[in-house]
């Protein structure tokens, strides 16, 4: 019997890479309100839903924002970011990306979405995976955004599967706290790795087929 049934993935940082997108679009919107940013800041934003990122950014601004003006400021950051985003297609999905994805289906296991972003179908789209996973959990149907666990939990819900028979891949601190909090086991890759707090780390994405086996 397997010991997972259900792979939950990340989105951005995993699957597919946005960053220099998400710093672009953030820097643009710091620029205007003459705050500090940089790659350092814009690395605390990962993982973070919109208004929580822009309250990080606003740790450098000396001015009083009204919760109307923060919501404008965060509309106009993701239409900078929407518009990059049009820049994506299939080429900035890895071959070795999507050779695993294929592998794990071969293989019999359901494939999921969580990610805390609001943009992931349009991404996905773009890269050439829409209606690929068997369900995405994403900024548009949680309340709350990682490192609470309801994101991953939501998948598991949409695929039918308890929290303890689905493991989650995540390269975000916040991602693998959130995994652990919903009661599922975690693959780290990238930055997450030195978290030391993941069940597994993986050197690359392909490193998933020898747990899943």
Same mark, same amino acid.
């Given at each position: ?8 993935? #990340? ?36 993982? /973070? ?11 450098? *601004? ?89 994101? *991953? ?14 493991? /989650?891949?995540? #390269? ?5 706290? +959130? ?12 930055? +997450? /790795?030195?978290?030391?707090?993941? #069940?597994?780390?993986?050197?690359? *994405? ?8």
């Amino acid at each position: 019997m397997k010991k997972y049934e259900a792979v939950i993935f #990340d989105l951005d940082g995993v699957i597919c890479h946005t960053d220099k997108y998400h710093f672009a679009a953030w820097k643009c919107l710091a620029d205007k309100l003459g705050v500090y940013f940089d790659e350092q800041i814009n690395n605390r934003l990962r993982g /973070v839903s919109r208004m929580e990122s822009l309250e990080i950014v606003l740790e450098n *601004f000396s001015g009083k924002l009204t919760e109307q003006q923060k919501l404008q400021y965060s509309n106009q950051k993701n239409e900078i970011y929407c518009d990059l985003l049009k820049n994506m297609d299939s080429s900035d999905l890895s071959i070795e990306v999507k050779q695993t994805l294929d592998q794990l289906r071969r293989r019999g296991y359901l494939l999921a979405i969580g990610s805390s972003s609001k943009n992931a179908g349009f991404i996905l789209k773009q890269i050439g995976l829409e209606n690929y996973f068997d369900a995405i959990s994403d900024g548009n149907n949680i309340t709350k955004s990682k490192p609470d666990p309801e994101v *991953f939990l939501m998948a598991a819900k949409f695929v039918n599967k308890a929290a303890e028979m689905c493991l /989650v891949v995540e #390269d975000a601190k916040a991602g693998i706290e +959130a995994a652990r909090k919903g009661g599922m086991d975690c693959a780290a890759i990238g930055d +997450a /790795v030195n978290c030391n707090m993941a #069940d597994y780390n993986l050197s690359k *994405f392909s490193d998933i087929l020898g747990i899943c086996e």
